[in-house]
């Protein structure tokens, strides 16, 4: 997977209308909420990475969810 | 890791009676103070629309089951001096100690020569309930009343606005005896590293309660909560459940060397819509077989959502045909389980609500 279908994949599962870029905030997209992390959650474990609900807590930008997912991405 | 089988045992009836009162998440919205956007996303996403709690709060869980059991007394061609064992799987007994099976055994009007005992399980409390009822018959008993449920209602903070709109109060009684032609295949695992995520931490005798358990203090996330009130970790639970659930179903299936083709409902433990469409993806079942409007409707049950989704959603073709199904429950301890076994009409009448009446303990 390349890096900028991992970040459209989020996208969809947090089901916003914002375009996402690595930089943007997570504290600034509509609906990155309790319900989107639990999304994010599920997602991963269906792409094959390992993560637990602790990995989520200090995460500041879209930039460092698709660092959790860095060893499955071919573009790396 | 606990898997076992049995041949000639199965159920004969299941009624479930929920509390009196619905609310709706409409109410609960403006009393928990969401804004639209948090109450667009819980229905559209968990699927909240109503619940159903005790009207009075004295109702306990032993009514309910109470209410449950009578119907199966007055529908089935039963005796009460056949029923040689009754076991209630609840983690709202009436009281702190005797047993509130016992309780119960006096109440119905069972014989003194009755085996009656409480289990302290919650979400997976149905399967276990199940499987020592099983082997309650195999060793020689011939009719058991297994009841399951709880008065989450008591044990749900009423300003926890994360656990409370989710909490559903119901108590089931289901009929056990010797069925033949029947087989049932039990998976059952436990894991107590996890007990913090679901728990109730005072009360016991760990950290007995005290005047400050009733201190309602507002956790990391700013929601409050007294320390007799169950605290659950979403995020943790949710993470554990879509880890060990479809493996346990693929290990249920290599063991009992079945195909899930072959399966007519998967009936799982209500924890929420949510939960449930992630499962269904991962297992690859049709949502057709696999209901999931019970916590939208009436709240999570616990211990009694699957025999609630039974009579709220499958009392028709639980009534009328065979029906090859599984069922799996996995919440607090952490405790999974999940039995594949064949129900074949079965008394199931359509899901009750309470209504205070006679043999009401509290009345």
Known sequence: MREADLIEGIKEVIDTEMELSRETLLEEIDYYDSVAVLSLMSYFDELGVGVAPKDFEELKTVGDLVDLAGSILDDR | ?363
């Not at chain 2, 890791?1 to 009836?13: E, H, P, Q, R, V």
């Not at chain 2, 869980?61 to 039963?78: P, Y």
């Not at chain 2, 195999?138 to 044990?155: M, P, T």
């Not at chain 2, 990391?220 to 459940?241: H, K, L």
């Open chain 2, 1 to 363: 890791m606990a898997k076992i089988s049995f041949n000639d045992i199965g159920i004969s009836a299941i009624v479930t009676t929920t509390g009196g009162r619905r609310v709706t998440i409409d109410e609960e919205a403006e009393r928990f103070g969401y804004d639209e956007r948090t109450l667009k996303r819980l229905k559209r996403s968990m699927g909240f629309e109503s619940r159903y709690v005790v009207a009075d709060p004295s109702v306990c869980t032993s009514d309910l089951c109470v209410a449950s059991a009578e119907k199966i007394f007055e529908a089935c061609e039963l005796e009460r001096s056949e029923i040689e064992a009754l076991l209630l799987v609840t983690q709202t007994p009436d009281y702190r100690a005797p047993s509130t099976a016992i309780i119960m055994q006096d109440r119905l009007g069972l014989s003194t020569d009755t085996v009656a005992f409480d289990i302290n399980l919650g979400c997976s409390g149905f399967i276990n309930g199940l499987y020592t009822a099983y082997c309650m018959i195999r060793s020689g008993l011939k009719k058991i009343l297994l009841c399951v449920g709880d008065v989450a209602s008591r044990f749900a903070y009423e300003g926890d606005r994360n656990l409370t709109p989710l909490m559903g109060d119901a108590g089931s009684a289901i009929l056990i005896e010797a069925k033949e032609g029947i087989e049932s295949h039990f998976v059952l695992h436990s894991d107590g590293s996890g007990y913090e995520h679901l728990i109730i931490p005072d009360g016991g005798c760990r950290h007995p309660f005290t005047a400050r358990s009733l201190e309602a203090v507002p956790d990391s996330d700013g929601v409050p909560r007294r320390r007799v009130d169950m605290y659950m970790n979403g995020p943790e639970i949710f993470n554990f459940t879509i880890k060990v659930v479809p493996k346990m179903f693929r290990e249920l299936l290599e063991y009992a060397h079945a195909q899930k083709e072959e399966v007519d409902y998967f009936v799982l433990h209500q924890a929420n819509r949510y939960i449930l469409q992630n499962i269904a993806k991962r297992l690859e079942v049709d949502a057709s077989k696999l209901p999931m409007g019970t916590v939208g409707k009436y709240g999570n049950q616990n211990s009694a959502s699957i025999p609630g989704t039974i009579n709220a959603f499958l009392h028709e073709p639980f009534s009328s045909a065979r029906q090859k199904v599984v069922f799996a429950g996995f919440g607090i301890g952490l405790s999974w389980g999940a039995v594949l076994t064949e129900v074949d009409r079965i008394y199931a009448p359509p899901i009750e609500h309470y209504q205070a009446g006679k043999g009401d303990e509290h009345a």
